[in-house]
Each structure stands twice: as C-alpha cells, then as structure tokens.
C-alpha cells in the first residue's frame, strides 16, 4: 500500500476526509491522464470502503484498479496473484457471507 494522505486519513479513522483525499487524488490522475495513479487511486478508494466495510464499493473500486492495471500491462500483476485480486476476493466474500448472516441461512 502506497503511503498517501487517504491512507494515512483512514488509518487514523478519518474515513470521510480519507474518502475525499482518495477521490482528490483520482481527479488529479484523470487530469494528467496518469492510468497508474489512476489504478493506485482506485486502489487506495477501495481499502477505504473496506475499512468502511462496505464491501460490494471496496470490490467496484479494486476490480476497476485491476483492470486498469491489466491494461497498461503492470508486470507484476501478470506473474503472480495481485494483492489486488486477492481484495477483491476478500471484499467479494466478505459481502456474501453478510449477505447469509443477514438472511438467516
């Protein structure tokens, strides 16, 4: 995880200005049409909704990071399972097994 104010915010419980620095920084990248920041941003808005435990966002924002990141061919999402891949794992299931716990089954 890249150390950014979003990431320091959230750590520090600051979920809203987290959310908000995370979007910032996104704004910034789409200007310079930078896909890496863009991917990383999208990265970092996913750990904050997984904070948030809102899981099915925290999916969204990791698998458009992955896909980003598959598409601009980042090395090291080809040889070996991303970290990425393994959060949207996590958030995916996470989601569902609320989902149970909810509905009663």
């Not at 808005?45 to 990791?62: L, P, S, T």
């Not at 959060?87 to 989601?95: I, N, P």
């Amino acid at each position: 995880m890249t150390l950014t104010l979003g990431n320091i915010l959230a750590h520090q419980g600051e979920r809203e200005a987290a959310q908000k620095a995370c979007e910032a920084a996104m704004k910034r990248h789409q200007l310079v049409h930078s896909d890496m920041g863009r991917a990383n941003a999208l990265s970092n808005i996913g750990n904050v909704r997984f904070r948030e435990q809102k899981f099915d966002d925290a999916h969204k924002a990791y698998t458009a990071a992955l896909e980003i990141y598959r598409q601009i061919e980042v090395p090291w999402v080809r040889r070996a399972p991303s970290a990425i891949s393994a959060m949207c794992c996590s958030a995916r299931a996470t989601t569902m097994q609320l989902s149970i716990c909810m509905s009663g089954a």
